[in-house]
């Protein structure tokens, strides 16, 4: 699948074209990941039996039937071709998963993914990138992503490895191979009234003022009716911590909708937080 202008522009106007018409949008040819490189997707999922995978253009089953055999995830992948589907689902009954793992003859932009805890795709740069709403807006925080080749633009990965691989250069011209592991950011952004009561001398925090952008965030904490920078933010799914600049002690919390529930721990002493929107 190489990544040229040529085949970005060519997918871009079938994509178009597709739209208008209200036919599926071609995704990606049907280019199978190297089997060596859906164990390595798989690894850096971490993927175990507690994992749903769902695999968006899933070729010939090989990333689901690799979880489920291998890892012994449930899961499903979604196709439009019917051939394809139909040798994924063969093979599952054959191997004897046809209860965990099934394939389905669909659009992947029109499948619901809300099930996932691990997402994968090996699909055109573009389309990735188009489907970057859809990831956000129904994947839970925390579900891992994993993307073959083609990064999410805007997206930090936790993690990305690369690699050269012969069978690649059949398929992208080139023996390099990237593997992207993002995972899915809950919302920060906004204000946030916090509860911290003061105690001990120490000032008390009333409220968090957040800027988010995909997987990162910054943004300022009122301390005592004073706007103080927040220093190292990290968010990672569902859970965030920061520091306030130029003091001691770091927050840290889980985020569950419009709620932040955590703790400051300076030195020895813990203090629960909560904060909400
Ligand atoms: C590069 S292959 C990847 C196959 C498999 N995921 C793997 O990594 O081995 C992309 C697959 O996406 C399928 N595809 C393209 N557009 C699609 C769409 N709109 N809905 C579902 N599948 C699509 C293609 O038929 C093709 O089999």
Redesign the pocket.
Known sequence: ?KSTALSFLAAATFACSALAEDK??????????PQS??TDMLKLAGVSEKDFVI??????G??VLTAAKVFGARGF?????DK?VKLSNEAAQKEGIADRVKFIT????K?DISQATVL????LPN?VNMLKDKLLGELRPGTRIIS?DYPLAGWIPEQYVQMDLEDKVAISGVTTTLIYLYVVPAKVDGSWNVKLPASGGKAAVTRLDLKQQVTRFSGSALVDGKSVPLEDAKLKGDQISFKLAGRNGTFSGTIKDSTISGTFAAGSTKTSWTASK
Do not use: C, K, W
Not at 24 to 33: K, L
Not at 55 to 60: I, P
């Open positions: 699948m599926p949008v071609n995704a990606g040819p049907y280019v199978p990941s490189v859906v695999d968006l253009g899933s070729g010939d090989r990333i992948g979604v196709e439009i071709q394809l669909q659009d992947l932009f499948t994968t795709m090996y699909l389309t073959h």
